[in-house]
């Protein structure tokens, strides 16, 4: 391992010399140079003489990736992530585990890297369509060393939608794809292919994609139809390498060659590669990137825990990548213990961890409480001094159904003529929590606790403003409700009125029959004879 890089508790969970809330993010300006007549960018991310974490769905996540960087990785690929999926993120900057996560609508992570990994990990997305991908490159190339698409996964979730080893029937649409990105962003961009039916067909499209500017082509040596058990083509990898120019990155050496760290060396000059992109050999073992050798398997899955707990790894996506490291040993004790977890805390006791969670879970824990009262006091430090504050919550369960504070509040001012209530409601990053502002007649409320949504919040301000104005909010203790009243009236004129349109719409019909009758019988009169 490289040295300082092993986590150990007491020290692992000291703040980063650099903490992601407090580095910018920063675009990596890059270099032009010429290759056969091509002006292509010189990424800061190297491709040559690299030993590479392949992406792995359900495995490449944090803790894989911090793993494999700290048993001697030099670039890792985070799994594929769709493009649609990802272009709904907004980034959000986690101070409690000093990650910048990007979070989908539903609040799911869909993305957590570092600071850590910023400079040697690879953002690969699932895509079909240049103007999304570039969208997504652009919301996540500050955060990540550089951009990859894959075209090589051969299962139906990805190539359903066009994307994955479908894109290989469509050299135009990869060329329009990678051409975007490399234009469109600052960071190195890539790709992953599966070698095609023929050598001929294989060699001419990747020196199409070797014209559009990428940093390095990985190649998995296997057809698209071929699974791990089938032998790797090694001879195709090798062949794709004297064709173009751009590093090549050889991957699909796990089954045939790669079972220790001297292996990768040797799968790198079969396929005459420029570096080599592990995949299953990794998830098995990660230590297999260690010089050293291999380090035993309990220490290993203990090591990839303890990232797992400090970086509120979901827990089935922690058990799911230690059965991939137990494999044959799932039949014992310990991995039915496992397979029957259902939280992190069980995942930490069957590995003899307990304590470790504990600790580290209360350590983050008071971490989020200093932050939230930080958080309040610069909020209070800030605010408008005329902003009129108490201290009030919105409980439904006092006021009559269909009833609030914002109604009352909104009927005085009509009836007071001034304009309508304004309110201005913000999220605050840290726990989620809305707080809003509602101005009257150029007159600032607000209730100094936070809420769980934004209609909470809402009613909060409603309540200090008309509390403050000594005006009847609609409780249920107020006595008689005169916005009841007004609600009845209003039902009782519509039932009344709908009685009147009811009976002039058989008043009507009534004449249209009789109407009807009349001309019939005038009609049948004027028949000749």
Not at 162 to 168: K, Q, R, S, V
Request: glycine letters at 4%.
């Amino acid at each position: 391992m490289r040295s300082g890089s092993r986590c150990r508790l007491g020290g692992w969970l000291r703040p980063c010399s650099a903490r992601a809330s407090e580095v910018p993010p920063a675009r990596l300006s890059s270099a032009e140079h010429t290759t056969k007549g091509m002006t292509v960018n010189t990424p800061a991310l190297c491709f040559r003489s690299k030993k590479i974490l392949a992406p792995m769905v359900r495995v490449g996540t944090l803790p894989m990736r911090l793993l494999a960087l700290d048993f001697g990785a030099d670039i890792v690929y985070c799994e594929e992530l769709i493009d649609i999926k990802m272009v709904q993120c907004k980034r959000v900057v986690n101070e409690v585990l000093e990650t910048v996560d990007f979070v989908a609508p539903n609040e799911r992570v869909v993305f957590r890297t570092c600071v850590r990994e910023r400079d040697c990990v690879v953002f690969q997305m699932g895509s079909a369509d240049a103007e999304r991908a570039l969208a997504v490159a652009k919301l996540v190339e500050n955060d990540v060393a550089g951009i990859d698409i894959n075209m090589g996964c051969p299962k139906e979730y990805s190539t359903k939608g066009g994307m994955g080893a479908a894109l290989l029937s469509d050299p135009d649409k990869i060329e329009c794809i990678l051409s975007t990105l490399v234009k469109g962003i600052c960071k190195p961009v890539t790709c992953k292919i599966r070698i095609l039916p023929s050598l001929e067909d294989t060699i001419s499209l990747v020196k199409r994609i070797e014209k559009t500017g990428v940093a390095a082509i990985a190649v998995h040596g296997r057809k698209k139809e071929e699974r791990p058990q089938h032998p790797v083509h090694c001879e195709v990898i090798k062949a794709i390498s004297e064709a173009v120019s751009v590093p090549v990155i050889a991957n699909g050496g796990s089954h045939d060659f790669i079972k220790e760290y001297t292996d990768i060396e040797a799968f790198q000059q079969a396929a005459g590669a420029s570096s080599v992109m592990i995949a299953r050999a990794a998830m098995w073992n990660p230590s297999i990137f260690r010089r050293e050798g291999l380090c035993p398997l309990k220490e290993v899955m203990q090591e990839y825990i303890k990232y797992a707990v400090r970086y509120d790894n979901h827990y089935t996506n922690t058990k799911y990548c230690l059965c991939q490291m137990l494999r044959e040993q799932l039949e014992t004790t310990e991995g039915k213990k496992l397979h029957a977890a259902q939280s992190t805390q069980e995942i930490c006791e069957v590995f003899e961890m307990g304590g470790f969670y504990e600790e580290t879970t209360a350590i983050l824990e008071a971490k989020k409480a200093s932050l939230k009262a930080k958080t309040q006091d610069e909020d209070e430090q800030m605010e408008d001094t005329d902003v009129i504050k108490m201290a009030v919550r919105f409980d439904k369960r006092e006021y009559p159904p269909q009833i609030t504070p914002k109604m009352y509040l909104l009927e005085w001012c009509r009836k007071a003529k001034h304009p309508q209530p304004v309110y201005e409601t913000v999220q605050r990053p840290l726990d989620k929590l809305f707080c809003s502002v509602v101005t009257v007649a150029e007159q600032k409320y607000r209730s100094t606790l936070w809420d769980k949504s934004k209609k909470l919040a809402e009613q909060a301000a409603a309540i200090v403003c008309l509390r403050t104005l000594g005006l009847p909010e609609g409780k249920l203790n107020e006595g008689e409700n005169h916005l009841i009243n007004k609600r009845k009236r209003e039902n009782q004129e519509f039932l009344n009125n709908k009685e009147h349109e009811d009976d002039l719409l058989v008043e009507a019909s009534h004449k249209r029959a009789h109407f009807t009758e009349g001309a019939s019988d005038s009609s049948s009169s004027e028949v000749p004879r």
